[in-house]
């Protein structure tokens, strides 16, 4: 069962990989649209901007479900990395289980946020996008991290992404 689940959550982490790939492929995309739009037409996209940011959002709340999954969260670890082996691994679950605790309360506290945006139907002002999709890019994204955290912690990792550099 433990296989299924790691071949489970290393596909899902494959299919967050091209997700991301392709929301910055079509945020660059984008950007090279409007400029070609406005240095040759002198006619720029009045709305690429918001819709670049909204992009970038989703690429890095999705992208960072990748970086969960192999361990490599930003952490400042200078010192933990001098002590121990016993130690450290002890201070790196309970660094694991407050990301857990910290990412939940945030996920906890923006869905009526979310909601609220879904019921006023609130859209940007330029493309018009409904704010809700990417404000719950955060929610979304910070849910896949701790599950991805989650599944590591309960199979043993994927000491093989961490020890490739999460590839």
């Known amino acids: 069962m433990n296989d299924a689940i790691l071949r489970g959550a290393r596909l ?14 079509a945020s660059v995309s984008l950007n090279f649209a409007n400029v070609i739009g ?3 037409f002198s006619a720029s996209i009045y709305w690429a901007e918001e819709v670049m940011l909204f992009l970038m959002v989703g690429c890095v709340f999705l992208g960072n479900g990748v970086v969960a999954w192999s361990g490599r969260q ?17 201070l790196d679950l ?4 407050l990301f857990i605790a910290a990412a939940g309360l945030i996920v906890f506290f923006s869905w009526p946020v979310i909601r609220d945006l879904w019921a ?3 859209r940007s002002q330029s493309a018009e996008v409904p704010l809700v999709i990417p404000q719950a890019m955060i929610p ?10 989650v599944v590591r912690l309960l199979t043993g990792g994927d000491a093989a992404a961490r020890d490739n550099g999460g590839h």
Do not use: C
Not at 77 to 86: H, S
């Open 12 to 25: 899902f982490v494959s299919s967050l990989r091209v997700l991301a790939a392709a929301l910055l492929i």
């Open 120 to 122: 006023f139907d609130q």
């Open 38 to 40: 406005r240095y040759f």
């Open 74 to 90: 930003i952490r400042m670890d200078v010192i933990v990395g001098m002590l121990p082996a016993r130690l450290r691994i002890l």
């Open 140 to 149: 979304v994204g910070l849910s896949i991290m701790i599950l991805l955290v």
């Open 94 to 97: 309970l660094a694991e289980l």
